[in-house]
């Protein structure tokens, strides 16, 4: 904010929970560019959607690796798996899957066997 600028309570109030939620706010825009990516065909559209998906990634708990081997391979499949796990973080394992792509840690299978 700039010197001197005083926020109201209510101002105060408002800029607060939009840093409380910032983690919420960019994982929905990650799950957002991720779903556009699969349905986008356009050249342009798709280098900015997946500078978009770099930003939100940037914003998040998610380790260098992992955004550089979704971003490097711009893997769609890859991010929308990792969207999938950072959304459902009481699914995932502390153990990887071995040769799993990017290092995704594995989502336990619920209920099957």
Do not use: C, F
């Not at 209510?10 to 929970?17: C, E, N, P, T, W």
């Not at 940037?58 to 990792?82: C, F, H, M």
């Amino acid at each position: 904010m700039a010197k001197g600028q005083h926020l109201s309570k209510y101002q105060s109030g408002i800029v607060r929970r939009y840093y409380e939620h910032l983690d919420t706010i960019a994982l929905d825009k990650l799950a957002q560019s991720a779903s556009e990516l699969y349905l986008t065909s356009e050249p342009k559209k798709v280098e900015k959607l997946w500078q978009a998906v770099e930003r939100s990634l940037g914003k998040l708990a998610v380790s260098d690796a992992q955004v550089r081997a979704v971003i490097t391979t711009k893997d769609v499949k890859g991010l929308a798996q990792l969207v999938s796990d950072l959304s459902n973080p009481a699914r995932q394992t502390k153990k990887s899957v071995p040769g799993r792509a990017m290092g995704l840690r594995a989502v336990e299978d619920e209920g099957l066997g």
